[in-house]
């Protein structure tokens, strides 16, 4: 079994979509990208007979995906996702730390409204706490990263 590159599970945490689920295969350390109409295309009855009418870098694709959900199913671990990592609560978490009350107030003001994302991250640039913010922010997908490989046994290298 290969060990865990955990950069490289913190820049696919990075790049978390709503319709996609990232799997690491633990035999290779592929990361595989599964969007949900690809979990469709391969689950039709149909799919083999009809695989060639895909371009070449799609049927590759949906072919693994095919092998994680028929072949290599124990192989894939699902990554987590936006239901399990709520950006949100770092940002907050992040809030917490900031020791000037001006600037934590600022931020404060922009959570939990409409744009919230937008208006936290230009109101980090605006107060100067721009790349203290996503120094954290990694900090924070690491560790994730680091739990995750603990609670599936992988073994781990930073």
């Keep these: 079994m290969k060990k865990v590159e955990i950069q490289k599970i913190v820049d696919e945490l990075e790049m978390r979509f709503m ?9 290779t350390g592929e990361i595989l ?3 949900d109409d690809d979990f469709r295309i391969v689950e039709d009855d149909d799919f083999e007979k009809n695989i060639e009418n895909y ?3 799609q049927r590759e694709h949906l072919k693994k995906v095919y092998d994680l959900l028929y072949n290599d199913i124990d192989n894939y671990i699902a990554l987590p996702n936006n239901f399990e990592i709520k950006d949100s609560d770092i940002m907050e978490e992040f ?6 009350n001006n600037k934590k107030i600022q931020l404060e003001n922009c959570m939990w409204k409409k744009g919230m994302y937008r208006k936290f991250k230009d109101k980090l640039i605006e107060v100067g706490l721009e790349n203290e913010y996503y120094k954290f ?3 924070k997908l690491k560790e994730i990263a680091i739990e995750w490989c603990k609670e ?5 290298e930073e």
């Excluded at 809030?95 to 000037?100: A, E, L, R, V």
Aim: net charge negative; hydrophobic share 25%; charged share 25%.
């Design 137 to 139: 922010y990694d900090e």
């Design 152 to 156: 599936n046994n992988l073994e781990y």
């Design 55 to 57: 371009p070449e870098w």
């Design 95 to 100: 809030i917490d730390t900031i020791s000037n």
């Design 33 to 35: 990208n599964v969007q």
């Design 19 to 27: 319709d996609t689920t990232v799997y690491y295969n633990k035999i």
